[in-house]
């Protein structure tokens, strides 16, 4: 068989492997005699940050596209770092001058079918680009790869990376009851969990519930004789302005620690919905509702409390474990997944939880990685603001550091890519027979006069190979995502 239609079916295999391992994801709830045992002992020694916990819970093992060249790319780095060229010191720095276009030696090839293909109208009046041997770090081909542009959603590997290591696949962050300062008061605390929802039958993939929330505080407070409650809630663990920069939209609800379902007001899952303007009052009163249904009378409205820091916890629901956040955020393209993530980040980091912490911490704590982020700013996590800049040479690093086997904490930044003509954001694109389907692994980005795509493939001759192409003043979104396909093909070897 072919080489490449090899891959095609590894990469399909893969996709329905990752489809598996999302949907087989158990969440450690409460709701379970066990777990609400196990949960209550951990909660009476656990060390209050902020409103996360680290360490609960198992990441399952993440299927790669194409396992075989990652097993070989670990070789291949031993290989390298046996001849005094480590990835870490390869990867993230860019030969060219940043001005120009070059190619890496023994690339001409590639390079010959990708000059014609960037230089297509459709890219715009401002374009850059970077394709490197994840193994090697070698530069096979670059254009302008320092250029800091806006980087549309494509910034998430930026944000993805961040998270993963600050705190790790495994992490998950938690949604607490505690008794409040008030005789008969419980205060709903949020911790910044982008996978709660409220819903009584919760979607495949789904984190922190809080029906199971409810249901374990009731018996809790009747265990205690208690049946009448008044509740507040907690949002504290965020600060700054809630509202997006690009304000009220679709796209992104406003930003708060304690949100279910991502402020959605219909039953989507993704994509752009009506939002809240009140999620944290909204979840709140969600809750008192649930209570209501468990016997547990709640007097007067919910309103913003102040949980004590050393709270011993009545109930807890735990997120899905970042790993897998990770990867719905960059399947998907989510918003509120990726601007809870960048604000953890700041937590993490010591910063406040605010646009402004999330942006200093993301550049810190890559720039820690041994990643250049000279000339970059992460004004927000998801890439609706325009104002944030990447170059395509910091996004080709960010993906080989996802690769290096050294990293492993880093591998969701990589499973969790749409695959082109299978899934997300990509399920579309490179389809319909295309040969570069189910080889090419990328993010997408789009705005209005922006187009981008980063990521990975397996070139024919068994390379994992990183690329990023970002345009600016595009005509149309339509002609640049064909360009930008045409692009990844090419990178792939099926042009």
């Known amino acids: 068989m072919p080489l490449v239609k090899t891959w095609q079916l590894i990469a399909a ?3 329905a492997g990752l489809v598996l391992s999302a949907a087989t994801v158990s969440v450690t709830g409460p709701w379970d005699s066990g777990q609400r045992k196990a949960e209550r002992d951990r909660a009476a020694s656990w060390s209050r940050m902020g409103g996360v916990d680290h360490g609960s819970g198992r990441l399952p093992e993440a299927a790669p596209s194409a396992p075989g060249v990652l097993s070989g790319l670990a070789a291949a780095l031993q290989a390298e770092k046996q001849a005094g060229n480590p990835l870490g010191e390869q990867a993230g720095r860019q030969p060219g001058t940043g001005t120009g276009e070059g190619t890496g030696s023994g690339s001409d090839a590639l390079a010959g079918a990708l000059r014609p293909l960037f230089a297509d109208p459709a890219l715009g009046s401002l374009r850059s680009a970077s394709v490197i041997d994840t193994a090697t770090g070698r530069v096979l081909y670059e254009a302008k790869p320092r250029e800091p542009m806006t980087p549309a959603s494509t910034v998430k590997i930026a944000t993805a990376t961040a998270v993963l290591a600050a705190l790790g696949p495994e992490h998950r962050f938690r949604t607490t009851v505690t008794p409040g300062a008030a005789p008969g008061q419980i205060i709903l605390v949020g911790g910044g969990d982008p996978s709660l929802t409220a819903r009584k039958k919760p979607p495949a993939g789904s984190g922190g519930s809080l029906v199971a929330l409810a249901a374990d505080t009731a018996q809790a407070l009747k265990a205690a004789g208690t049946d009448s409650v008044s509740l507040g809630y907690d949002d504290s663990l965020y600060s700054g302005p809630a509202r997006h920069p690009i304000g009220l939209n679709p796209n992104v609800a406003p930003l708060s620690a304690l949100t279910a379902d991502e402020g959605r ?16 009052g909204d979840t709140a009163r969600a809750f008192a509702d649930l209570l209501a249904d468990r016997g547990i009378k709640v007097t007067g409205a919910p309103a913003k409390a102040r949980a004590a820091a050393d709270a011993e916890p009545l109930a807890t629901t735990l997120s899905t474990p970042l790993g897998g956040l990770v990867e719905r955020m960059l399947t998907n393209s ?46 927000d996590g998801s890439g609706l603001d325009r104002s944030d800049k990447v170059s395509a040479g910091l996004l ?14 880093l591998r969701p930044v990589l499973t969790g890519l749409p ?30 006069g922006v187009n981008a795509l980063a990521g990975t493939v397996v070139d024919p001759s068994g390379r994992l190979l990183a690329f990023a192409f970002l345009a600016a003043n595009t005509p149309g979104p339509e002609g640049a995502e064909k360009a930008l396909d045409k692009l990844a093909a090419a990178v792939a070897g099926t042009r």
């Open 419 to 448: 695959v082109a003509g299978f899934n997300g954001t990509l399920r579309g694109r490179n389809s319909g027979g295309s040969p570069a389907a189910g080889l090419v692994r990328a993010k997408t980005g789009t705005l209005s």
């Open 334 to 379: 989510d918003n509120d997944i990726a601007e809870a993530l960048a604000r953890q980040s700041a937590l993490a980091s010591g910063q406040p939880g605010s646009f402004e912490g999330a942006g200093k911490a993301v550049a810190a704590t890559l720039a820690s990685l041994g990643i250049d982020t000279t000339g970059a700013r992460f004004a």
């Open 13 to 15: 295999s893969a996709v």
């Open 396 to 409: 080709t690093a960010l993906l080989a550091k996802a690769a290096d086997p050294q990293r492993p904490e």
């Open 265 to 280: 007001l219909n039953d989507s899952l993704s994509g752009p919905a009506d939002r809240s303007e009140d999620p944290s």
